[in-house]
């Protein structure tokens, strides 16, 4: 394989940042958005699903079951958003702790800093300790989720080893098995062939 062959297997291997965050985002929001409404439903929590979308809906229509679907709606689309921030800037950094920060920092902005000032969500005083583990958790795992799975792939070179490399690898292991074998026969060839010239021929009678 030439070395243009080579570059074109590892263009191929190589992931796409942006469809590959958007896939990811899109399950990041399903999944936790999910835990969230339920968490929500078994009262863990206070905040509702569609808190993202507080503003612009009343209240009272985002504790319908119509209203907590938006939301979560609205959460998988916030998720894909911070999924494609975290990909373009941060895939590098190797290991689970950018993801669990970096879902502490979104905690932090939407819950205590931004989010109670723009009307999201009650400030934190006027919450329960129940809400703010569960919220504080919740938002810990889904950083966790988006930051170790771009972690995982984008930092985990192994899988990303050219074929030609491995094709080459193995042709070395199999030329270095046969070349003592073909030594050695030589040797018993070399030593075959000076015991019959060094043999004198009897002589006729």
Known sequence: MNQQQARQVRQQKRTNPLKFA?????FAGLIWGGLHWLSYLFQFTIVVPGFLVEPFYKHEYLTTIKGQAAGLVFFIF?????????????????????????????????????????????????TTWNTIWTEACTMLLWGLFI?????????????????????????????????PTSGSNDKSGGGYGSNSEGKQPEPVM
């Open 22 to 26: 958007l896939q990811l985002g899109f």
């Open 78 to 126: 916030f998720s894909i958003a911070a999924a494609i921030l975290y990909t373009l800037f941060m895939r590098k950094i190797p290991g689970p702790w950018a993801g669990m920060l970096y879902g502490l920092a979104w905690w932090f902005l939407l819950f205590v800093a931004i989010g109670p000032w723009i009307g999201l969500m009650p400030p934190v005083r006027q």
């Open 147 to 179: 930051g170790y799975t771009v972690a995982t792939e984008f930092n985990d070179e192994r899988l990303r080893e050219p074929d030609d490399a491995k094709s080459q690898k193995q042709g070395s292991n199999q030329g270095g098995d046969q070349g």
